[in-house]
Nanobody, 115 residues
């Protein structure tokens, strides 16, 4: 069972930056892909960014050029650097580990962007 713990959320003004962290309880070298999702009340959870264990990345269109996903295998941690934040980025952000036959979620961290 993989345990994921997110941190780094908070309140920031529009245009500001935050860096989210997702610490895994196992070596992320063995996890094929890690992803960040976000969810606002009343809406479905949506994919923000994915990074493979080879380092390739994919981003949702609405964060391209503003967010960067990265991984530090030595620390078993995945990051989401969020720049030029907008009020519409306000959500609970979740980390997810993706295997071929299973996945695991963290508990989420709240990001609030004020206008």
């Amino acid at each position: 069972q993989v345990q994921l713990v997110e941190s780094g959320g908070g309140l920031v003004q529009s245009g500001g930056s935050l860096r989210l962290s997702c610490a895994a309880s196992v070596s992320i070298n063995n996890i094929p892909a890690m992803a960040w999702y976000r969810q606002v009340p009343g809406k479905q959870r949506e994919l923000v960014a994915v990074i493979s264990n080879g380092g390739s990345t994919t981003y949702a269109e609405f964060v391209k050029g503003r967010f960067t996903i990265s991984r530090d295998n030595a620390k078993n941690t995945v990051y989401l650097q969020m720049n030029s934040l907008k009020p519409e980025d306000t959500a609970v952000y979740y980390c997810k580990s993706i295997f071929s036959s299973s996945s695991h979620w963290g508990q989420g961290t709240q990001v609030t962007v004020s206008s």
